[in-house]
């Protein structure tokens, strides 16, 4: 919004206007207002929460300290969504299709994440919203998404080239054509790139369009995927938050480096014109998540909710696809992944011992992954976990972010292991 008319003002010699121009600065003034937002409005928004009675609902699973969450107001995310929508209207150039399709994201999760606290705070139904009726709004966003990156004629990227010189010495260069493409990043492999159009080597004449349904599928896969990974880690004060903020330094980079023509030459990873709008969206996202610790961090006064978690998971999961680098989710998503797996391993080994021996048995004392280490009792791995038994909250959220950056870290890693 503001693009536009420093974009005049410079024109007209005005002074000043010209760092408006500027991926950095832009990005330096959006972290700062979202994480001034995110802190400034908390408190007006948490004392509205509570005078509505917004409070969270806790079962009494002998968790430690669990029972003093009680009362504490939900649906925070509202904070988040608008620490980082507002920035992002001022400092973006609001004509980018990434932009739009971020901001569609936001809006849409988020208000999903709504309907699903409403719910369960006003229809006292602790359920929330149906898991079906989820997937069906988690699947339209990955329409969205998948058909915008297909039809766009902005949703271009530009090819790696292979160059030998006169020293026979083997040079990665960009190629000067816009194309669309459905290659992606992929770790470890000598040409840091896969075509998804493998998958349809057997589809003939139809091979283009079957590549992209099958893109489109991965799309709305990856959608739901991490929105949930993040939704069931938001079970610590500053957990989802923390981790989600580590996501985004990670990401920024990542569209930094993609965005700009010699580092994509240098890393060997596709040249993304357009994508440098998207840094100073990571630069938002970073300081609404870390201004919403401000609130967020142990003892928590405001718990994020669904309003936040889902959207949170929503925004890393389009964020990566529209960089090209969703392949790289597993890692640097890490925590998402295995507070996920370890629900669906508890589930799933839980039904098989039910139905084998008539009483269902666990491997984790509870899950998600992160409430294992705040139970007392007996489990498969409980020989692995008793050194560590009981883990206070703060250490165990603390000790969750530790490695969150050293996934961060090893993701950008990758980008040179092959």
């Known amino acids: 919004m503001l693009y536009d008319l420093f974009a005049y003002l410079d024109?007209?010699?005005?002074?000043?206007?010209?760092?408006?121009?500027?991926?950095?600065?832009?990005s330096g003034m959006a972290l700062v207002f979202a994480l001034f937002i995110s802190t400034a409005i908390g408190r007006k928004i948490i004392n509205k929460l509570k005078k509505l009675q917004i409070g969270e609902t806790v079962r009494d699973l002998g968790l430690e300290g669990m029972m003093a969450k009680r009362g504490v107001p939900t649906m925070g995310g509202i904070i988040i969504i608008i620490a980082i929508l507002v920035p992002v209207l001022l400092f973006t150039r609001l004509n980018n299709v990434y932009i739009i399709l971020m901001i569609i994201t936001t809006l849409w999760l988020g208000g999903l994440g709504f309907i699903d606290d409403y719910i369960k705070v006003f229809r006292k139904d602790k359920k929330g919203l149906r898991g079906k009726f989820k997937l069906v709004a988690q699947?339209?966003?990955?329409?969205?998404?998948?058909?915008?990156?297909?039809?766009?004629?902005?949703?271009?990227?530009?090819?790696?080239?292979?160059?030998?010189?006169?020293?026979?010495?083997?040079?990665?260069?960009?190629?000067?054509?816009?194309?669309?493409?459905?290659?992606?990043?992929?770790?470890?492999?000598?040409?840091?790139?896969?075509?998804?159009?493998?998958?349809?080597?057997?589809?003939?004449?139809?091979?283009?369009?079957?590549?992209?349904?099958?893109?489109?599928?991965i799309v709305i896969f990856i959608v739901a995927a991490v929105s949930n990974g993040a939704n069931l880690t938001d079970g610590l004060d500053g957990l989802a938050a923390g981790s989600s903020a580590i996501i985004g330094v990670a990401l920024g980079i990542l569209a930094y480096m993609s965005s700009h023509i010699q580092f994509a030459s240098f890393l060997n990873i596709m040249f993304l014109p357009g994508a440098?709008?998207?840094?100073?969206?990571?630069?938002?996202?970073?300081?609404?998540?870390?201004?919403?610790?401000?609130?967020?961090?142990?003892?928590?006064?405001?718990?994020?909710?669904?309003t936040g978690s889902l959207t949170l998971g929503g925004i890393i999961a389009v964020f990566a696809i529209v960089i090209r680098k969703e392949l790289l989710i597993p890692i640097l998503c890490g925590i998402f992944l295995v507070e996920s797996l370890s629900v669906i391993i508890q589930t799933c080994y839980f039904k098989y011992t039910h139905r084998k021996y008539g009483t269902g048995k666990r491997i984790f004392k509870m899950t998600p992954l992160h409430h294992h280490f705040q139970k007392k009792g007996n489990d498969v791995i409980a020989v692995i976990s008793k050194p560590f038994d009981i883990v206070p909250e703060s250490k165990l959220v603390l000790r969750f972010w530790l490695i969150g950056i050293i996934l961060a870290i090893i993701t950008m890693v990758t980008l040179k292991i092959r």
Not at 16 to 26: C, D, I, Q
């Open 11 to 26: 024109n007209i010699d005005f002074p000043g206007a010209g760092m408006f121009r500027y991926v950095s600065f832009r």
């Open 139 to 217: 699947t339209g966003l990955g329409l969205i998404v998948g058909l915008t990156l297909y039809m766009s004629p902005d949703a271009v990227i530009h090819e790696n080239l292979e160059k030998t010189n006169h020293n026979n010495v083997t040079e990665i260069t960009i190629h000067p054509t816009e194309t669309k493409s459905t290659k992606t990043t992929i770790p470890f492999f000598k040409n840091n790139n896969l075509d998804y159009a493998v998958l349809a080597s057997w589809a003939g004449n139809y091979k283009k369009e079957v590549t992209w349904i099958f893109f489109i599928l």
């Open 276 to 306: 440098e709008e998207l840094v100073i969206f990571a630069a938002a996202f970073i300081g609404a998540t870390i201004g919403f610790l401000w609130y967020n961090s142990f003892p928590a006064q405001v718990f994020m909710g669904d």
